[in-house]
């Protein structure tokens, strides 16, 4: 048997509790076994619940304020069209293999979520899915990237154009991307014997996105009799084999955690944001397009323009503050008042049937520990998730049942998973109560007497 690392974390994007805790875990042997020895319970995720920041904060231990980083894409600065993609570049503080590193540590970090471009670390590293190509660095140290290549010559980082009806090429994509995961997982194990392994595959979040519907029947576009009605319980099923294999490879002692950065859910449709913002008298535009386009290409009037929002997994709302944005327009003694008014009529929207959305809208002083960066001035869900926010405008109603960037049939829910097991300290299947994702740093560098470092948002779990 080859020498283990001391703690194994398999990432699994987007894995959502209630298949593996409860409709399917007769048919996960080796999660269930891990259950069943170890801990395991729902993780709360952050807020908001998005691959970008969520894997960030759970590696580093701090809040999506703190860190700067509120969506895949971010304000970069008060300008109005100074939206960009948020890479790892934006993290400015440790994660959890530069703690483990600096302790002694040999660490190697495969493919988690903020790790793009790479960065040295004590081991080795492989960027996220957000690296453009494998013609940019994408390992540390660089000469992994020459490996990599004579062991998968068609090395993936990401399922391409995973948002389209090319269903049977997205499913053996997803599965290639899974399976090229876990085997580097076992070829580093076996050839650099770190003390610390994560990887975290992607494939789980992008199954969800791409067959939700052929499997759900509260969907509603639920296809029954679909060819692809068993996709997801049959990924779910080659990841827990995929588990195993891997938990073969590492010894006796090794400690393992499973964790999502959040949970799944059917999507029930879109809140077009900006089509209701427009109709209360908050955004104003020269001209309304007469279908669905992008605010980005439609000509705003700024200084007419009190409140504008993003599209995405949840709201992101922005006021037009004066002295804050070029032509804002809000005074700053009126900016609460306007921002507790949005709250209110934001929390008062309905269904399209007119039944309560349960809408909850967050001011960012008010969940962050800090807020760094231009973060949203309201972060909005629309009933837990199950309704996405559309901000494209020309749709001509507060409601669609479509993606604006594709299609889709899942949404984020705000709870993943978390499944730990230490064969020196077996728990035999102890439910775990009220963990965050905050909560993994903390625990982990308590449970190896590693010193914290100050701040640390999060608990050390009894686990």
């Known amino acids: 048997m080859a020498s283990s690392p001391r703690l194994l974390i398999i990432g699994l994007d987007c894995m959502e509790p209630s298949l593996v805790f409860e409709q399917w875990r007769q048919d996960l042997?080796?999660?269930?076994?891990?259950?069943?020895?170890?801990?395991?319970?729902?993780?709360?995720?952050?807020?908001?619940?998005?691959?970008?920041?969520?894997?960030?904060?759970?590696?580093?231990?701090?809040?999506?304020?703190?860190?700067?980083?509120?969506?895949?894409?971010?304000?970069?600065?008060?300008?109005?069209?100074?939206?960009?993609?948020?890479?790892g570049r934006a993290v400015k503080v440790p994660r959890l293999w530069d703690l483990l590193g600096d302790a002694g540590w040999k660490v190697a970090a495969l493919s988690v979520p903020g790790t793009s471009p790479?960065?040295?670390?004590?081991?080795?590293?492989?960027?996220?899915?957000?690296?453009?190509?494998?013609?940019?660095?994408?390992?540390?140290?660089?000469?992994?990237?020459?490996?990599?290549?004579?062991?998968?010559?068609?090395?993936?980082?990401?399922?391409?154009?995973?948002?389209s009806e090319d269903k049977d090429r997205i499913l053996n994509n997803i599965y290639t991307l899974c399976n090229q995961?876990?085997?580097?997982?076992?070829?580093?194990?076996?050839?650099?014997n770190p003390d610390f392994l994560m990887l975290v595959d992607m494939?789980?979040?992008?199954?969800?996105?791409?067959?939700?519907?052929?499997?759900?029947?509260?969907?509603?576009?639920?296809?029954?009799?679909?060819?692809?009605?068993?996709?997801?319980?049959?990924?779910?099923?080659?990841?827990?084999?995929?588990?195993?294999?891997?938990?073969?490879?590492?010894?006796?002692?090794?400690?393992?955690?499973?964790?999502?950065?959040?949970?799944?859910?059917?999507?029930?449709?879109?809140?077009?944001i900006n089509e209701w913002l427009i109709a209360n008298g908050y955004l104003k535009v020269k001209e309304m397009p007469d279908t669905a386009t992008s605010l980005d290409q439609v000509d705003v009037d700024w200084s007419q323009t009190q409140v504008w929002g993003a599209g995405g997994?949840?709201?992101?709302?922005?006021?037009?503050?004066?002295?804050?944005?070029?032509?804002?327009?809000?005074?700053?003694?009126?900016?609460?008042?306007?921002?507790?008014?949005?709250?209110?009529?934001?929390?008062?929207?309905?269904?399209?049937?007119?039944?309560?959305?349960k809408v909850k809208a967050y001011k960012p002083q008010e969940i962050y520990q800090r807020v760094r960066g231009a973060a949203p001035d309201l972060l909005v869900y629309f009933d837990d998730l199950a309704w996405r926010s559309v901000g494209s405008i020309g749709i001509g109603s507060f409601y669609t049942r479509e993606n604006d960037t594709g299609p889709d049939d899942a949404n984020h829910a705000p709870f993943g998973l978390m499944i730990f097991h230490?064969?020196?300290?077996?728990?035999?299947?102890q439910m775990l109560e009220g963990a965050q994702l905050y909560d993994i740093v903390p625990t982990v560098l308590n449970r190896y007497g590693i010193e914290p470092p100050a701040g640390l948002r999060g608990k050390v779990l009894p686990v």
């Open 29 to 87: 042997p080796n999660l269930s076994k891990l259950m069943a020895s170890g801990s395991y319970g729902r993780m709360e995720s952050s807020i908001p619940a998005i691959t970008v920041p969520a894997w960030s904060c759970m590696t580093s231990g701090r809040d999506p304020g703190e860190l700067g980083i509120y969506g895949f894409r971010n304000r970069r600065s008060r300008k109005y069209d100074s939206m960009a993609i948020s890479d």
């Open 118 to 163: 790479p960065y040295p670390v004590n081991g080795s590293m492989v960027s996220c899915f957000l690296t453009p190509n494998t013609e940019v660095p994408y390992t540390h140290p660089p000469d992994l990237a020459h490996q990599i290549m004579e062991w998968m010559p068609d090395f993936m980082l990401d399922v391409p154009h995973f948002r």
């Open 181 to 192: 995961r876990f085997t580097l997982a076992e070829k580093l194990i076996d050839q650099e």
């Open 203 to 272: 494939g789980v979040d992008r199954i969800h996105h791409s067959f939700w519907k052929p499997m759900d029947s509260r969907h509603p576009f639920y296809e029954p009799g679909s060819p692809h009605a068993n996709a997801i319980h049959d990924y779910y099923c080659h990841i827990d084999r995929r588990v195993g294999e891997l938990l073969s490879r590492c010894g006796d002692e090794t400690a393992v955690l499973v964790v999502s950065d959040h949970g799944a859910r059917p999507l029930m449709g879109g809140i077009c």
């Open 313 to 357: 997994y949840y709201a992101r709302i922005f006021l037009n503050v004066k002295g804050r944005e070029p032509q804002g327009c809000i005074p700053i003694s009126e900016y609460e008042n306007v921002r507790s008014r949005l709250i209110e009529q934001l929390e008062a929207l309905t269904d399209p049937d007119g039944n309560p959305l």
């Open 422 to 429: 230490d064969p020196k300290d077996p728990k035999q299947g």
